[in-house]
Structures are given as C-alpha cells and as structure tokens.
C-alpha cells in the first residue's frame, strides 16, 4: 500500500471520488460486508464491487483492505471522518472547553438527540430519511385494527370463493370423463 503524507495529495485524492463510492468507502471503513453495504444503500452486491474496484483503479491499491486503509489514512490526514466529526482525541487545547469546568455532571436524555449535521461540501452524505414500517406494522399504521378485521374478512371470502371455484371446476371436469 502506498503511503501518503502529502495534505494536498489526500484532499485531491478524496475529491476525485463520487458521492457514491463515498457512500460504500464510509461502510467498508466500518467493516460492513458487501451484502450489508448493497442492504444499506439499497443497491446490488455488484454495484458495490464495481464501486470500491473504481477507486481501487483510481488508487493503485491492490484489494478492498488496502483500499479502506488508504481511505481511512486519506481522511486521518485531512481532518475528516466519516461520521462528520473532526478528530476524537482533541483536546480542550484546541479550543474546545473542557467538560471539567462544567459546574454540573451533563446528562443525555433522549429529547437532547438531534440528527447530525451534514458534512461540509457534502449535504448528499446525510441520509435524513427515516425507516418506515414494512408489513402487518404498515398496514395497521395505515389502517388501524378495523383495517385488519376487514381484511381478514375479505381474504377469507377470497379463499372460500377459490375453493368453491375449485370444487365446481372439479365436480365437471369428473362429468366429462
């Protein structure tokens, strides 16, 4: 794998990716595996492959692994992450408080949780759709329980309307022979 000390090398490396392979590159940092990634960006398998073979073309690298190392060593050196934040390990003297002066113990509650800001010169990257309910769970949030009684209802008389279609089909077909 190639090494890469160069600011101005990693961040023209970086742009000449697009919102795609960005999008499967965050994932496979995060050890997700090519099924989980397509799952995830509702994609195929394939796709995915084609996307991390482009930036392994791109890059020179050699296989997936050496190809998510450089792209974590490409965003360690600029500054960035994937989830939009600066460095972890910085420390309150690079100009954030300290949590020490805080004259009471912070409590997270879950009304405090917001989204996350989008990464700067990439609002494509924040995905802001939220997971809908699939199945019996859609169809009762839609209908509610009189919409599942009914239906039921309906699927019943369906299934004996068929049997008896069957039955009667049945019964001349017997004639016949």
Same mark, same amino acid.
């Given at each position: 794998?190639?090494? /890469?000390?160069?600011?101005?090398?990693?961040?023209?490396?970086?742009?000449?990716?697009?919102?795609?392979?960005?999008?499967?590159?965050?994932?496979?940092?995060?050890?997700? &595996?090519?099924?989980?990634?397509?799952?995830? =960006?509702? /994609? #195929?398998?394939?796709?995915?492959?084609?996307?991390?073979? +482009?930036?392994?073309?791109?890059?020179?690298?050699?296989?997936?692994?050496? &190809?998510?190392?450089?792209?974590?060593?490409?965003?360690?050196?600029? +500054?960035?992450?994937?989830?939009?934040?600066?460095?972890?390990? @910085?420390?309150?003297?690079?100009?954030?408080?300290?949590?020490?002066? =805080?004259?009471?113990?912070?409590?997270?509650?879950?009304?405090?949780?917001?989204?996350?800001?989008?990464?700067?010169?990439?609002?494509?990257?924040?995905? &802001?759709?939220?997971?809908?309910? #699939? +199945? =019996?769970?859609?169809?009762?949030?839609?209908? +509610?329980?009189?919409?599942?009684?009914?239906?039921?209802?309906?699927?019943?008389?369906?299934?004996?309307?068929?049997?008896? @279609?069957? =039955?009667?089909?049945?019964?001349?077909?017997?004639?016949?022979?």
């Amino acid at each position: 794998m190639r090494e /890469i000390t160069d600011t101005s090398v990693a961040t023209e490396l970086l742009e000449n990716l697009t919102v795609k392979q960005v999008e499967v590159l965050d994932r496979l940092l995060m050890h997700r &595996t090519t099924k989980e990634i397509a799952r995830e =960006l509702g /994609i #195929a398998p394939n796709t995915v492959d084609q996307r991390i073979n +482009g930036v392994r073309d791109k890059w020179g690298t050699v296989n997936r692994k050496d &190809t998510a190392r450089l792209y974590g060593q490409l965003l360690e050196l600029c +500054g960035k992450s994937t989830y939009g934040f600066s460095r972890v390990d @910085a420390g309150p003297d690079e100009g954030e408080e300290s949590d020490q002066d =805080l004259s009471v113990d912070p409590v997270f509650v879950l009304s405090d949780a917001r989204p996350m800001a989008p990464m700067v010169g990439h609002p494509e990257w924040f995905d &802001t759709r939220v997971a809908q309910p #699939a +199945g =019996l769970e859609a169809f009762d949030a839609k209908f +509610g329980r009189a919409g599942r009684v009914g239906a039921v209802f309906v699927l019943a008389l369906i299934m004996a309307v068929t049997l008896a @279609a069957t =039955l009667a089909i049945a019964e001349t077909l017997g004639k016949l022979l």
